[in-house]
């Protein structure tokens, strides 16, 4: 499975298998399913239900159990006719987590005894039990916050090196101690540490945590980092405007008049190009940090390519448009980190889309060259004008402003990112040939 790009299947209306390729079909059956019957993969049949409930194309990445494998997906399930189709691709495949011997299947642990106030969530961080008389002290309803995500809580930090010990403790299975966070609505300063909690087949079940104060120094400061606010501020309201919207228009509500119907969908619409600018606001502050740094390490490029490809073909099949990745069969290894060489690509890839005409084809070649491993992205667009060249990969620049789509801080942040792993970005292009941008890495 390591060796391709991605695994394909379309599921019909009742989520029962239709169509496979062999190695969704092997994949599907390892996890007790046929041809036929109800899709078999927990994590990829939810986000199946909710492409189909939405309306719209799902996109997470997932961990799916496979044997003694985890594999990391990237997996995208898209509304069709006639049910959802779901394109898998590996990002990473790993020995399966194994429960520690001697660790029993419930952690009733109790927090220490210091702990200010204690907690306890599920799997998938909600509110579970709260201690009510320490947290009524902060100002916190337990009737509000019970069976509500952690972030209804506090607002996670980074610590000191940038990590966020709870999450990775949540991906590895283990304890965390000292994950800095700020109470909800307060603002003060506390700590987390938290017991990893184990379900009866040994995965993984939630945490049993305790809440620490932290000696205030200074006084906190009234504005924060853009992205340690968004949990609380920003993603969770867009995401329930989305959501609400999406139900409206697709009649969750009852029957609707068409017109209000299509406002709707504008306002679910409106909603993701808003957090798509969220996410380009949070990797903008990081780039621009002085100690950012990203991995060098011996990545495939025409792997990166194949997967980019993957990721946006369901896009490119609505827009009319032909993914050329024939030319990234063959092996090309480059220094540099996966996941950003990746979020670069996909970035050129949806841009060449998004400018292509219908029935137009994007190509990516490779190719090595003085010591380089370079990927060119070219479509047939209308171009861009040499006094543009330079323009376009500056801060909040775009050649047409009332054109719908984007930023301004793509193409911005992906020639930062490709500095940051040692290379660079480069566009070459004429009004009406099309433009063609050339990511350039050390060649591994």
């Known amino acids: 499975m390591s060796a391709l790009s991605s695994l394909h299947a379309a599921v019909d209306r009742h989520d029962r298998l239709v169509h496979a390729d062999d190695l969704f079909t092997a994949l599907n059956a390892r996890a007790g399913g046929r041809h036929g019957a109800l899709l078999a993969i927990p994590q990829v049949a939810v986000l199946v239900r ?6 719209v194309a799902v996109t997470r990445t997932v961990t799916i159990a496979d044997g003694e494998l985890d594999l990391d997906c990237w997996v995208s399930a898209a509304p069709a006719d006639e049910g959802v189709t779901v394109t898998v691709s590996l990002l990473r495949e790993r020995p399966a987590w194994r429960a520690r011997a001697g660790v029993a299947a419930r952690c009733d642990i109790a927090a220490p005894e210091e ?11 909600r509110v579970t039990r709260l201690s009510l008389a320490a947290a009524a002290r902060h100002g916190l309803d337990p009737a509000t916050v019970l069976a509500r995500p952690l972030s209804r809580l506090v607002l996670l930090e980074p610590d000191a090196t940038g990590a966020m010990p709870l999450l990775d403790a949540m991906s590895e299975r283990h304890d965390f101690t000292d994950q800095p966070a700020r109470l909800y609505g307060s603002g003060q ?10 379900d009866t087949a040994g995965g993984f079940g939630g945490f049993v945590g305790g809440t620490y104060p932290v000696a205030a120094s200074a006084p906190a400061p009234l504005i924060r980092p853009f992205d ?3 949990d609380g501020v920003l993603r969770g309201t867009l995401a329930r405007i989305i959501a609400d919207a999406e139900g409206i228009n697709a009649g969750g509500e009852g029957p609707l008049d068409s017109h209000y119907a299509d406002y709707a969908q504008d306002i679910a619409n409106a909603g993701r190009h808003l957090l798509g600018l969220i996410d380009d606001l949070v990797d903008l502050e990081a780039i621009e940090r002085e100690d950012f740094t990203t991995e060098r390490v011996a990545v495939d490029l025409a792997d990166v390519a194949r997967r980019a490809a993957g990721l946006l073909s369901v896009r490119a099949g609505e ?3 032909t993914i050329d990745r024939s030319a990234c069969e063959r092996p090309l290894p480059a220094y540099g980190e996966f996941r950003r ?3 670069v690509v996909v970035n050129l890839v949806a841009n060449a889309v998004r400018h292509s005409p219908r029935d137009g084809t994007v190509a990516l070649a ?16 209308r171009g861009i004008a040499l006094a543009d060249q330079a323009r376009i990969f500056e801060k909040f620049e775009r050649i047409d402003p009332v054109e719908p789509g984007g930023s301004g801080l793509g193409l911005y942040i992906a020639r930062r990112l490709a500095q940051a792993m040692g290379g660079t970005l480069s566009v070459d292009s004429a009004p009406g040939e099309g433009a063609r941008f050339t990511l350039s890495l050390p060649a591994a």
């Open 50 to 55: 909710l492409a189909r409930r939405l309306r």
């Open 115 to 125: 702990a200010d106030w204690t907690w306890e969530v599920d799997a998938e961080l």
């Open 189 to 198: 300063r506390v700590t987390l540490a938290g017991h990893v909690r184990l």
């Open 228 to 230: 340690h606010r968004l």
């Open 319 to 321: 827009a009319g448009v």
């Open 341 to 343: 060489m990746l979020q």
């Open 366 to 381: 490779l190719r090595r060259e003085d010591g380089h491993a370079l990927l060119t992205v070219g479509d047939a667009g």
